[in-house]
Nanobody
Framework: AMQLAESGGGSVQPGGSLRLTCTAS????????MAWFRQSPGKLREGVAG???????IYSDSARGRFTISRDNVKTTLNLEMNRLTPDDTATYYC???????????????????WGQGTQVTVSS
């Protein structure tokens, strides 16, 4: 079965940067549509950035211009470069995957059927 494992979370001051990585195993990675989601206590899960099997990307309004999603099909990894972080970015970040049968990236959580365990990001002074 396919597995996703996130890493790279931690604590950072406002204005700082973090890079998250999701490592996938057990599936043909280059056929997958991938995305990053996040959730903080008391809030709904939010799609942050997505990338399809062809490398087309999509971002939430809050992430656009600050975050960059990328994938490495050789290393079977998914990355999220986060810059100019604010306290509002504090959340548990999850990597998610699905077969790319739609042909475009997605931030609809209900469409993804494989999820990682999450990695905590805390932005605080």
């Amino acid at each position: 079965a396919m597995q996703l494992a996130e890493s790279g979370g931690g604590s950072v001051q406002p204005g700082g940067s973090l890079r998250l990585t999701c490592t996938a195993s057990g599936h043909t990675y280059n056929r997958l549509c991938m995305a990053w989601f996040r959730q903080s206590p008391g809030k709904l899960r939010e799609g942050v950035a997505g990338i399809d099997s062809q490398g087309h990307t999509i971002y939430s309004d809050s992430a656009r211009g600050r975050f960059t999603i990328s994938r490495d099909n050789v290393k079977t990894t998914l990355n999220l470069e986060m810059n100019r972080l604010t306290p509002d970015d504090t959340a548990t970040y999850y990597c998610a995957a699905m077969e790319d049968y739609r042909g475009h990236p997605s931030l609809s959580g209900g469409q993804f059927d494989i999820w990682g365990q999450g990695t905590q990001v805390t932005v605080s002074s």
